[in-house]
């Protein structure tokens, strides 16, 4: 192998090592377009020892091109031996539908057929071919669009897609010459994609007009001091108080007005990253997401798939542009249920004192410390119970966090509640105050009958 091939290797060798952090036999999807790019990257990566499996998106927007890129990657990985997956989307039409640019909505398809397949191979790195280039783009296109510290930082080498797989760049210190050379060293076959060189996008026209009189790699090193310095003095004080803020998944409007402004808006940032994922997590979101704390509980922004809204005193956020606060439900007295989307609830009122219950979808109360009608509804942040068997109340959110309720089925979570007081958090735990005690004369039974 010539010294510059084996230079080139042995520096993304270092970088998946120590920076990335994934260990030479590991399994890695690797995002290939049929670019120069991706495709240096998987013939590194292969030759490496990876275990490397293929990923191709096929976004149906160059006509016979696009069929033809999927043509060279399918044949390139059959040469190779290697699996690939394809995948198939009229971006267009998910643009249209979604009412995102053609640019976002592939950018939102790609990042979540990663995210999926990986899940489903159990694959925890997904690399992609970004670049010194690219980070150096990156980084004057968000100055340009004024994304603040966030978007001075650029890319990041390893960044978190879901909790058991991360997004890894082992090119992003190396530059567009230095990855042509190897390829051509290499004797490399690739795919040219000539829209990169449309100028009516503003990355074409910094690519062609711009970065020959710059230094990528300049700009490339000021993006990862920036990072390094974020890393070490800002995201410390950005975690303690994201944990001080949020409840759920939602944050404390009255602890965001008591912060900095900047602050509050770095907390609105991390909400966005730690919940909606594929929304935009930057100051300009961070600003349309803090104007509803200026606005009536109830209004929304909806972004990434997802949506944030006024909850009373909180700004809730959910993954799911179609979740909405279940409407408040009446139980009126012996013999009565209510639907909600998973079954029914229905309150009992008995003179028997119960036998044995049938497990966490059922519990008895002392039916004279009850008021009825009882409310049925969705937990909210700020909610309290007083556990059975314990002194003190506590939060509803830190009680699903204790017995381990998964964070996606959290804010499904359902409280009946007699006089504002929640009497039963649904399927998890009673309300101290209104136990069965030996003076009991009278008994409630709530049930949760399941679909």
Not at 86 to 106: E, F, Y
Not at 176 to 196: C, G, K, T, V
Not at 329 to 358: C, M
Request: hydrophobic residues 40%; proline residues 3%; positive net charge.
């Amino acid at each position: 192998m010539g010294s510059l091939m084996k230079s080139f290797r042995d520096r993304v060798a270092a970088y998946m090592k120590h920076t990335c952090q994934v260990a030479a036999g590991e399994r890695i999807l690797i995002g290939v377009s049929g670019g120069v790019d991706s495709v240096v990257l998987l013939d590194v990566l292969n030759g490496l020892g990876f275990g490397c499996e293929v990923i191709h998106v096929n976004f149906q927007l160059r006509g016979s091109d696009s069929d033809e890129d999927e043509k060279f990657v399918r044949d390139l990985c059959a040469q190779r031996r290697l699996k690939l997956h394809v995948r198939q989307v009229p971006a267009r039409s998910h643009a249209a539908g979604t009412k995102r640019s053609v640019q976002m909505a592939a950018r939102e398809i790609r990042y979540s057929l990663f995210t999926k397949t990986a899940s489903e191979r159990q694959i925890t790195s997904v690399a992609v071919g970004h670049h010194c280039d690219d980070q150096a783009e990156s980084l004057l296109i968000n100055l340009n669009r004024g994304t603040g510290l966030e978007g001075m930082v650029g890319m990041r080498p390893v960044r978190c897609l879901e909790a058991s797989c991360n997004l890894i760049r082992p090119l992003l210190t190396e530059t567009r010459d230095s990855i042509r050379a190897y390829a051509e060293a290499r004797h490399l076959e690739w795919r040219e994609d000539m829209s990169n060189q449309d100028e009516k996008y503003l990355r074409s026209r910094l690519r062609t007009k711009v970065m020959p009189h710059l230094n990528a790699e300049a700009l490339a090193r000021s993006a990862n001091l920036v990072g390094q310095w974020v890393d070490e003095f800002i995201a410390p004080a950005i975690a303690e108080n994201f944990d001080a803020a949020s409840e759920g998944q939602s944050l404390d409007i009255t602890y965001l007005e008591q912060i900095p402004n900047v602050l509050a808006q770095r907390l609105v940032i991390e909400g966005l990253r730690h919940w909606i994922p594929r929304a935009p997590a930057d100051e300009a979101m961070a600003q349309r997401v803090m104007a509803l704390i200026h606005m009536q509980s109830g209004k929304r922004v909806e972004v990434g798939g997802g949506a944030i809204w006024r909850d009373r005193n909180y700004l809730t956020f959910s993954d799911s542009i179609d979740h909405k606060p279940m409407e408040r439900l009446k139980l009126f007295g012996d013999s009565s249920s209510v639907a909600i989307p998973e079954g029914q609830i229905g309150l009992d009122l008995s003179h028997t004192k119960p036998g044995n219950l049938r497990g966490s979808d059922e519990a008895w109360l002392d039916a004279d410390r009850l008021t009825v009608p009882l409310t049925v509804r969705n937990w909210r942040p700020g909610d309290r119970i007083r556990p059975l068997g314990m002194e003190g109340t506590k939060k509803v959110s830190d009680l699903l966090t204790d017995i381990g309720v998964p964070a996606s089925k959290r804010k499904d979570t359902i409280v009946v509640c007699s006089k504002g007081e929640i009497v039963w958090v649904v399927g998890y735990r009673l309300s101290h105050t209104f136990r069965i005690m030996d003076a009991t004369r009278n008994y409630a039974r709530l049930y949760f009958e399941r679909n």
